[in-house]
Every structure is written in C-alpha cells, then in structure tokens.
C-alpha cells in the first residue's frame, strides 16, 4: 500500500525526474520548510526556491548536502545527483564481492555471537543474508516451498503456513511489521518493497492464531513476538541495527535484527536447546 507521503514524491517523480522537482518531494515528505532547509544547508530561501523550480543548477556538493539536510536514503542521493547531472557517488557492491568479505565475516561473527539468542541480517527487500542457530531453530517443521532461497523474512513470518499459526499475539505483531514495511517504503520508495507488502498483507490470518494467554503475565517494556516452539511460548524483544554512515547502497540498506528474550523462562529454555 503506497502511503501519502510516499504518494506525493512517486506521483511527482512519474511527472518530473529533474532535480529540482525531486528535491522539493523530499522536502514536503519531510515536512520542511525552503527557509528552514536553507538554515540548516548554510544557503538562502531564495536559492531553494530557485533550485526546485529549475531557475539554478545546483552544484554538487550542494546537492549531497540538501539530501544529508532532508534524511535521504544513499540509492536516493545517487538518484538526485544523477538528475542533476552528475555522477553517482555511492557505490552498490554486491554481498558476495571479494571487497566485503570482512564485512560478511564480520555480521557472521556477531550473529553467532549471539547465540542461543535469535539473530539474523536482511537486507532491503527483507531477504535473509545470514542467520543463526536460534532463527533455524524457530523455523524448525516449516514446509521446504517458504525456505526456499531467497529466504524472505516477511513472507515467512507473516504467511499462514510460515511462522504466524505459532505466533501468539499475531494481530499486533503483524500490525508491527506491516507499519514498519510503511514506513520503510515512504523512506525509500521501492516499488519492490511496496509489492512484497501487498503481497504479505494480503496474506489471510490464520484462525486461532492469537492462541492463549500466558499462566504468567509478564510486564514487557516493548511489544514481544510471542513464539510457540514445541508446546512452550518464548517471549522476545526486537532490536535492529544497521551501519552508521555507509558509504556503499548495498550496506546502508542492511539491518541486523536480533531477538533478545523477553523472561526469564525463554532464557533458560534457550540455553537448554543449545547446550
């Protein structure tokens, strides 16, 4: 589903791929005003104005830094520059190129690191790049048609015959991951993205999914993803992080995800598995 954000800079796009226009989209996705980018930018109203309407070219470095100023994704600032005329300035490496090598060893480390805790990388269509022990085993007795690579990490949280039948408080933790899709698609506007979520939200609930309510209460600081694993619900809290300041489009749109357990009784279930 395209939100209204993400509406306004696709339907500007479509009509208009100048700079000028495409920065002004961004601007109004991020509710600033000509004056107050300016301000931030070290530039004029004016100049903004000029720049948006196609009155001034805008130099390069000028470009990189309204986009820095409005938040704008790395693919995105590629795309900018290219409208202005310019070369891209990031590059898109793929996973599997000898120059990220200790990049993937790296996230490799850090997952198993967290084991017996859940922990897993995505990129930006959400498709699994590394995952550890923990995550297979939540996926143990999943039909081999939603393992199949590549792993999606949506489609199999969200399908009737994936994860979701065993995910006691499926409403919420769907609405979670659908929101998060929204808001990642207004940031980033992919097409992509946008089809897997029409995809995965269409996808029916499965009846009696929400199951029964722990013995226990427990008074959780975040919303949990409650998971039956062999007749036992273990509770955890999500994290995700992701790289600070990437030079490169394909790290900026990877996410660590780890799963961090919610009570003590998942804790010691965990560490039992894997002893």
């Known amino acids: 589903m395209t939100t209204p954000l993400s509406a306004a800079v696709s339907a500007s796009a479509a009509t208009d791929n100048s700079v000028g226009t495409l920065l002004r989209a961004w601007r ?29 070219r805008p130099s390069e470095e000028m470009v990189l830094r309204l986009a820095e100023h409005l938040d704008v994704p790395v693919r995105e600032r590629n795309a900018l520059l290219l409208a202005a005329g310019y070369a891209p300035r990031y590059s898109e490496t793929p996973l599997d190129d000898p120059a990220l090598r200790s990049l993937r060893e790296g996230m490799e480390r850090l997952i198993q690191g967290y084991e017996p805790y859940p922990a897993l ?68 506007r992919s097409q992509p993205l946008r089809e897997l979520y029409e995809e995965v939200s269409a996808y029916p609930v499965p009846e009696g999914a929400a199951g029964a309510e722990p013995e226990e209460p427990v008074p959780y600081f975040a919303l949990p993803l409650q998971v039956e694993h062999e007749g036992r619900v273990l509770s955890f809290i999500s994290s995700i992080s992701t790289f600070n300041t990437p030079m490169d489009v394909t790290v900026a749109e990877l996410a660590i995800e780890t799963l961090l357990p919610a009570d003590p009784a998942t804790v010691k279930y965990l560490h039992s598995l894997m002893a």
Do not use: C, K
């Open 28 to 56: 109004e996705q991020r509710r600033v005003s000509q004056l107050e980018l300016a301000l931030r930018a070290g530039s004029s109203a004016r100049h903004i104005s000029f720049v948006e309407t196609g009155r001034s």
């Open 121 to 188: 990388v995505v990129d930006a269509m959400y498709d699994v790049v590394a995952a550890n022990r923990g995550i297979l085993m939540l996926m143990d007795g999943l039909p081999e048609e939603l393992l199949a690579q590549p792993l999606n990490a949506m489609r199999l949280t969200l399908h009737p015959r994936g994860l979701a039948p065993r995910i006691r408080n499926l409403p919420e933790w769907r609405g979670h991951l659908l929101a998060q899709m929204e808001r990642q698609i207004a940031l980033h």
